[in-house]
């Protein structure tokens, strides 16, 4: 999910890093319309064996997960009709890559091409897939790892489905985090087989389900050994029969997707739910439930058009290319990451150093990614709630599907833990994540070059504190990156590895394959106060401290925030992650740029308002309610009076501005990364890309804005160079 950093909420639409393990972006596709050059089929048809079962086999040359491109698809077609001609007994539809089924249509064919391209090459998705559901016997699909998007679309086209007992398989329907829908019958398919609410479900919330959550929805049939799954598949071509999808497994949920009032009351109540999520700035779960009530009222003909249709405007919507450029760039970062850096040494072995809420998920995150963790606390008992927390948080991962229990079990056992550095000789990388406080990381550095290996790399999670400062009295200080991982880190998909002027470049790029083997997506950024994330949102929060000293209401500025995009206001951001914190980071930014902090947030923890769970803050919480702290306006000193200006366009500004110029001063190395730090790491609204792809929607207009609030507010929003240049971040 989308989260804002230092705080556990749920964006609108989730944008997922690629998991530990998972191979880089899809090849380059055809381009619409274009003739495929390469020789060697992507799909082919195998022929029966001696037991009358034929395999379709999906294998592309030029890309490691079979993502689905026109190639694909016309391979595909010419296989069913070479299967359709040998009249087999069964058929299997299987990958030819060990680990790796169909991870789902190659996202670069939605980047280029026209509404009515678009739709075309979904529509001819479609008849093949109809054509593969027609076949005449029973068909299969095996599926051996991740069935994503249209490669669950194509499993749902068989008769049945059967998936391997391993932790690389997984299905899921999850165009609508993408901003688009389902295109190649998902929408009509996945309701008739597991009836109309747990499709809702699937789709509109773009699960991914783990292999004995899929069987008890109904998505598939069996859970196999992976070295067993060809024979199970084999067997069901066999042994089962052709048959209508019901609907549902209970009477209840056949009900509901086929008698119409009892179905109109469910796609009102999900409209509804949708609508109070996205607050309609997502058009894709509307159209999906359009789409899905289209097909089960008129028809799944009437069905797959509703579905083409829809497709096609979204995917050249100003959401929908947004979102799938966001998804792009998650995808390339993981090797655009690594330019200009060093080689990466081999990890196995992590230290963490600090056992809190956020080393804790470290280390849990580290062992959930393959890596031996040994953690270290100041005692037995911070130890011991450390490795509980630990094993909290995996339950529940297990418990929603996220890991087996198996898998669960394994990860808890990969940790070890004591009170001191007993352990971390073997440590490949360490992890700090003390108090933030400069003379406390100082020593815990100093210890650590004690015990550890010449070549291990030691990384502070910071979030504001200047890396160079933290290694100043390393005797290496080289080898001390910055590792800014988000809260909570099971969730917050980014970690920030900031390099400072003496960095080596191999220990930078260590901390990225770090990052990679915990599932996250990193950026690298330059040293300095508050580094990029941290930075640009006290800059936003610091503006609205100013606003609140103008008069403006506490919830009026949350309240515009929150209409114009963002999961919350910056006022009960700092109540969530905690105002000591939050004042720790301003502090830190504001000296750095030579500015006076604001007194509010201290004065407000001088009073014992130290955040949502500590006493209040700028709001008072009781009962599940929250109301305005009175106290925050009796120390501002000045009274609340209307805003005449649009809280929303100064605030969010104030961002765009400060990031333009992270990257004027090359903190940032590209917008991209801008980009994707901002809507990962702290919630910058994803539907509009991030604050340098919405700089560009602005076009000329983001200057003059900025110009207008410098003359009303001071220099402090004279435009950034990057801005000023009027130059595009990015080719539309």
């Keep these: 999910m989308i989260h804002l950093g230092g705080a556990s909420r749920q964006g609108p639409l989730p944008l997922d890093p690629p998991a530990p393990g998972h191979p880089p972006a899809p090849g380059q596709p055809l381009a619409p319309g274009a003739v495929p050059s390469a020789q060697v089929r992507s799909v082919t048809f195998v022929p029966a064996d001696p037991s009358g079962v034929a395999r379709i086999v999906i294998d592309r040359p030029d890309d490691p997960v079979n993502a689905m491109d026109l190639r694909v698809v016309e391979d595909f077609a010419a296989a069913i009709v070479a299967a359709r001609a040998a009249a087999p007994r069964g058929l299997i539809v299987a990958s030819g890559k060990d680990g790796r089924f169909v991870a789902g249509a190659d996202l670069s064919l939605l980047s280029g091409g026209s509404r009515i391209e678009i739709e075309r090459a979904i529509r001819a998705f479609q008849q093949v897939l109809n054509d593969l559901a027609a076949l005449p016997f029973t068909t299969v699909a095996a599926i051996n790892g991740a069935a994503i998007g249209g490669g669950l679309e194509l499993a749902l086209a068989c008769d049945r489905r059967i998936i391997a007992d391993a932790p690389s398989a997984r299905v899921g329907l999850t165009e609508t985090r993408l901003g688009l829908v389902p295109g190649a019958g998902g929408t009509q398919r996945l309701p008739r087989l597991i009836g109309l609410v747990r499709a809702l ?386 502090e830190t930014v504001a000296k750095a740029r030579g500015i006076t902090p604001p007194t509010i947030v201290n004065a407000l923890v001088a009073e014992g308002f130290k955040g949502k769970a500590k006493g209040g803050g700028f709001y008072r919480y009781s009962g599940g309610r929250r109301t305005p702290n009175p106290r925050v306006r009796e120390l501002v000193g000045v009274d609340s009076r209307p805003v005449v200006e649009d809280i929303a366009e100064r605030l969010t500004l104030a961002l765009v501005n400060e990031a333009a110029r992270c990257l004027d001063e090359r903190v940032l190395r590209s917008p991209a990364e801008g980009d994707l730090g901002a809507v990962l790491g702290f919630g910058f609204p994803p539907f509009l890309g991030g604050p340098f792809r919405y700089a560009d929607a602005l076009g000329d207009g983001v200057v003059a804005s900025l110009e207008r609030l410098a003359a009303a507010h001071g220099d402090r929003f004279a435009p950034a160079n990057a801005l000023r240049s009027r130059r595009a971040f990015f080719r539309v």
């Design 201 to 586: 479900d699937v789709i509109l919330n773009a699960r991914t389900l783990a292999p004995r959550r899929a069987l008890r929805a109904g998505i598939v049939d069996e859970v196999v050994h992976p070295a067993v799954l060809l024979k199970a598949a084999a067997d069901h071509a066999l042994r089962d029969r052709k048959q209508k999808p019901r609907g549902g497994a209970t009477a209840v949920e056949r009900a509901t997707t086929w008698l119409p009032p009892v179905r109109a009351f469910a796609l009102r109540q999900a409209r509804s739910r949708v609508l109070a999520e996205t607050k309609g700035r997502y058009p894709a779960p509307l159209a999906a439930i359009d789409a899905i009530a289209t097909g089960l009222a008129k028809g799944m003909a009437a069905g797959l058009d509703a579905e083409a249709r829809a497709l096609g405007e979204l995917a050249v919507g100003g959401t929908g290319k947004n979102l799938v450029a966001l998804a792009l760039l998650t995808l390339h970062q993981r090797k655009a990451v690594l330019q200009g850096l060093g080689r990466a040494r081999p990890i196995a072995a992590v230290g963490v150093v600090g056992l809190g809420f956020m080393g804790s998920g470290i280390a849990q995150a580290a062992a959930a990614g393959g890596l031996r963790v040994r953690a270290r606390d100041r005692d037995a008992a911070a130890v011991a709630k450390g490795l509980s927390t630990i094993r909290q948080l995996t339950a529940e991962a297990a418990k929603k599907g996220v890991f087996e229990r198996r898998e669960a079990a394994r990860i808890v056992g990969r940790i070890t833990g004591g009170p001191d550095l007993a352990g971390f000789s073997g440590a490949d990388l360490v992890i700090e994540a003390v108090f933030e406080e400069l003379a406390t990381k100082q020593r815990v550095v100093e210890e650590l070059e004690q015990v550890l290996r010449p070549d291990a790399v030691i990384a502070s999670n910071t979030s504001a504190l200047p890396i160079a400062e933290i290694a100043r009295r390393a005797r290496a200080p080289e080898r001390v990156v910055g590792m800014h991982f988000f809260s909570p880190v099971h969730r917050m998909p980014l970690i920030e590895v900031v390099r400072s002027a003496r960095a080596d470049p191999d220990a930078i790029a260590t901390a990225v394959a770090a990052a990679h083997a915990l599932g996250k997506t990193a950026i690298v950024v330059g040293d300095g106060a508050g580094f990029y994330t941290t930075r640009v949102l006290s800059v936003m929060i610091g503006e609205a401290f100013a606003m609140l000293a103008e008069g403006a209401d506490i919830e009026a500025i949350d309240r515009a925030m929150v209409e114009f995009g963002w999961p919350v206001g910056p006022l009960q951001e700092v109540d969530e992650v905690g105002l000591e914190v939050a004042a720790h980071a301003g």
